[in-house]
């Protein structure tokens, strides 16, 4: 059995992917057979980028942590930052690919 999985999902309203990412995470929990406990925090401005070491909108934290950690050196935290992600085929979308998130979800779930 697998245990409730918490998500803190971050956005900031200037990108125009954050309701797209929400119905995204939602699919990959029901896709993955996962219960999430989704909590939407929207980011409003600098400071609270900075507090929250927002890399962009949107983002995944699961389980406290964000499986699409951004590599390389830190970046000034903007609360109007758009997020890329890395696609398996080696380019760059708006948003993780649906199966990435699954097995984030899932991984998590059976930690």
Same mark, same amino acid.
């Given at each position: 059995?697998?245990? +409730?999985?918490?998500? /803190? %999902? *971050?956005?900031?309203?200037?990108? &125009?992917?954050?309701? $797209? @990412?929400?119905?995204?995470?939602?699919?990959?929990?029901?896709?993955?057979?996962?219960?999430?406990?989704?909590?939407?925090?929207?980011?409003?401005?600098?400071?609270?980028?900075?507090?929250?070491?927002? +890399?962009?909108?949107? /983002? %995944? *934290?699961?389980?406290?942590?964000? &499986?699409?950690?951004? $590599? @390389?050196?830190?970046?000034?935290?903007?609360?109007?930052?758009?997020?890329?992600?890395?696609?398996?085929?080696?380019?760059?979308?708006?948003?993780?690919?649906?199966?990435?998130?699954?097995?984030?979800?899932?991984?998590?779930?059976?930690?």
């Amino acid at each position: 059995m697998t245990r +409730p999985v918490a998500v /803190t %999902y *971050l956005f900031s309203r200037e990108c &125009p992917s954050h309701d $797209e @990412g929400l119905v995204l995470l939602r699919e990959a929990a029901a896709t993955a057979g996962v219960d999430v406990r989704v909590e939407a925090v929207e980011v409003r401005d600098d400071a609270q980028a900075e507090r929250l070491r927002f +890399p962009g909108s949107p /983002t %995944y *934290l699961v389980g406290g942590g964000d &499986p699409f950690a951004p $590599e @390389g050196p830190a970046h000034a935290f903007r609360w109007d930052a758009c997020r890329a992600y890395r696609t398996p085929g080696g380019g760059v979308a708006p948003l993780p690919a649906r199966e990435e998130l699954e097995a984030a979800l899932a991984a998590e779930a059976a930690a």
